[in-house]
């Protein structure tokens, strides 16, 4: 089947399916009222589902948000990066020290939020680099440590970190494990329970293709006995719209404690119910399928990823400029093609491009994608080969 509509394949905001887009488009509700008690439970549902946990049942006063694995779903009015504030700034005391190693923009920013509300040790490696796991296994040695966070999923360098190995070495040495799984979750296995995770954080917008400006965290029952602990002490960070204990004391009740975003909440549930119907190993499936395509073919082509072979992400692929090209090419692409992909960003910007693998994208739309890149890539006079394109997906 040949693809023959625009071609969006960004990294997030993905888009978003005609599911969502009609739930949000339903007229306004209380709050407090059980018509969106309702819509909570099924989203938290749906999200438990997308968190790779335990089942619960999509039913108001049914105790929804958590399950047999004892991991609590907490929604978040704001994106992944207020998630990511929400867990630091409950979970940490100031005088805590944590590790954040990091290749790439997003971990950096996991970096720059825990220096608001404690002290950090930043290994910051070059980006698309993978980690020294032997040096974070010298650091965690130290026994200084009360938590180590990673961005599970760099789309800024398109690598994917080995969570299961830190998981391993973060239990042996009794240190929290945090992920930001913003791009991960819902895009490829992500195991908060095996990994022993203490909390996962999750935005609407990419791997489960929801609306921007919503988003979700994982908790389990050690994470939250530690915050309200450091609550019940005095000693916590000051906070109040991302008090953790406010949001905990509402959620048996399908509610958040303040104003949620009720729309996006709406539109956020029907894409996660579209996850389930598709199962989550098929989504992982399609990803990787596209992911793997998109990587062969600009490899075969003489294209340099950025990102480290190994751990090349499935959600996002880091492909370099060739030489004397540039993010000309980009608006061309967009203007001539009606395809967009996005490009770098801080010393990268200009060098190189991203190619979206996420969400609800069909393989189809890849492939044409891929074949309005290199015909771009020809009118700027980038001589390369015809190729079978489609052979790379199949």
């Given at each position: 089947?040949?693809?023959?509509?625009?071609?969006?394949?960004?990294?997030?905001?993905?888009?978003?399916?005609?599911?969502?887009?009609?739930?949000?488009?339903?007229?306004?509700?209380?709050?407090?009222?059980?018509?969106?008690?309702?819509?909570m439970?099924?989203?938290?549902?749906?999200?438990?589902?997308?968190?790779?946990?335990?089942?619960?049942?999509?039913?108001?006063?049914?105790?929804?948000?958590?399950?047999?694995?004892?991991?609590?779903?907490?929604?978040?009015?704001?994106?992944?990066?207020?998630?990511?504030?929400?867990?630091?700034?409950?979970?940490?005391?100031?005088?805590?020290?944590?590790?954040?190693?990091?290749?790439?923009?997003?971990?950096?920013?996991?970096?720059?939020?825990c220096?608001?509300?404690?002290n950090?040790?930043?290994?910051?490696?070059?980006?698309?680099?993978?980690?020294?796991?032997?040096?974070l296994?010298?650091?965690?040695?130290?026994?200084?440590?009360?938590?180590?966070?990673?961005?599970?999923?760099e789309?800024?360098?398109?690598?994917?970190?080995?969570?299961?190995?830190?998981?391993?070495?973060?239990?042996?040495?009794?240190?929290?494990?945090?992920?930001?799984?913003?791009?991960?979750?819902?895009?490829?296995?992500?195991?908060?329970?095996?990994?022993?995770?203490?909390?996962?954080?999750?935005?609407?917008?990419k791997?489960?293709?929801?609306?921007?400006?919503?988003?979700?965290?994982?908790?389990?029952?050690?994470?939250?006995?530690?915050?309200?602990?450091?609550?019940?002490?005095?000693?916590?960070?000051?906070?109040?719209?991302?008090d953790?204990v406010?949001?905990?004391?509402?959620?048996?009740?399908?509610?958040?404690?303040?104003?949620?975003?009720?729309?996006?909440?709406?539109?956020?549930g029907?894409?996660?119910?579209?996850?389930?119907?598709e199962?989550?190993?098929?989504?992982?499936?399609?990803?990787?399928?596209?992911a793997?395509?998109?990587?062969?073919?600009?490899?075969?082509?003489?294209?340099?990823?950025?990102?480290?072979?190994?751990?090349?992400?499935?959600?996002?692929?880091?492909?370099?400029y060739?030489?004397?090209i540039?993010?000309?090419?980009?608006?061309?692409?967009?203007?001539?093609?009606?395809?967009?992909?996005?490009?770098?960003?801080?010393?990268?910007?200009?060098?190189?491009?991203?190619?979206?693998?996420?969400?609800?994208?069909?393989?189809?739309?890849?492939?044409?994608?891929?074949?309005?890149?290199?015909?771009?890539?020809?009118?700027?006079?980038?001589?390369?080969?015809?190729?079978?394109?489609?052979?790379?997906?199949?």
């Open positions: 089947m040949t693809y023959t509509g625009d071609c969006f394949l960004v990294p997030g905001p993905v888009r978003m399916s005609q599911a969502c887009l009609d739930a949000m488009a339903t007229p306004v509700m209380t709050a407090r009222g059980p018509e969106f008690r309702q819509v439970a099924t989203l938290n549902s749906g999200l438990r589902s997308a968190f790779n946990l335990s089942p619960s049942s999509p039913t108001m006063k049914s105790e929804s948000w958590t399950g047999e694995d004892g991991y609590k779903v907490v929604v978040v009015s704001g994106s992944g990066t207020a998630a990511m504030e929400m867990v630091i700034a409950n979970r940490f005391r100031r005088n805590d020290l944590v590790l954040v190693p990091t290749n790439g923009k997003f971990g950096e920013r996991v970096a720059d939020i220096r608001q509300f404690c950090v040790k930043h290994i910051k490696y070059e980006w698309g680099r993978s980690f020294d796991l032997y040096e296994e010298q650091q965690l040695e130290r026994g200084c440590y009360e938590a180590l966070l990673i961005c599970h999923n789309t800024s360098s398109g690598i994917t970190q080995d969570a299961e190995a830190i998981a391993e070495m973060c239990e042996r040495h009794g240190v929290s494990f945090i992920l930001d799984g913003i791009t991960s979750v819902g895009g490829m296995p992500v195991h908060p329970e095996k990994w022993k995770a203490e909390a996962v954080v999750m935005g609407a917008q791997c489960t293709a929801g609306p921007s400006g919503i988003a979700a965290i994982a908790v389990s029952e050690h994470c939250v006995e530690r915050i309200q602990a450091i609550h019940q002490q005095g000693d916590s960070n000051p906070r109040y719209y991302f953790m406010a949001a905990l004391k509402k959620g048996d009740d399908d509610q958040t404690p303040w104003t949620p975003a009720i729309n996006l909440a709406m539109g956020w029907a894409a996660l119910e579209g996850l389930k119907n199962t989550n190993e098929a989504r992982w499936a399609r990803c990787e399928r596209m793997s395509g998109v990587r062969n073919l600009f490899s075969d082509l003489g294209f340099m990823l950025l990102a480290d072979d190994g751990q090349r992400s499935n959600t996002v692929t880091a492909i370099m060739p030489e004397g540039d993010d000309a090419w980009r608006s061309a692409l967009k203007e001539k093609y009606d395809t967009q992909v996005i490009g770098a960003q801080d010393h990268l910007k200009g060098k190189m491009f991203r190619v979206g693998s996420m969400g609800e994208t069909p393989v189809q739309e890849m492939v044409e994608g891929c074949k309005r890149m290199l015909a771009c890539f020809r009118d700027v006079g980038h001589d390369l080969p015809e190729v079978d394109v489609e052979s790379y997906f199949s």
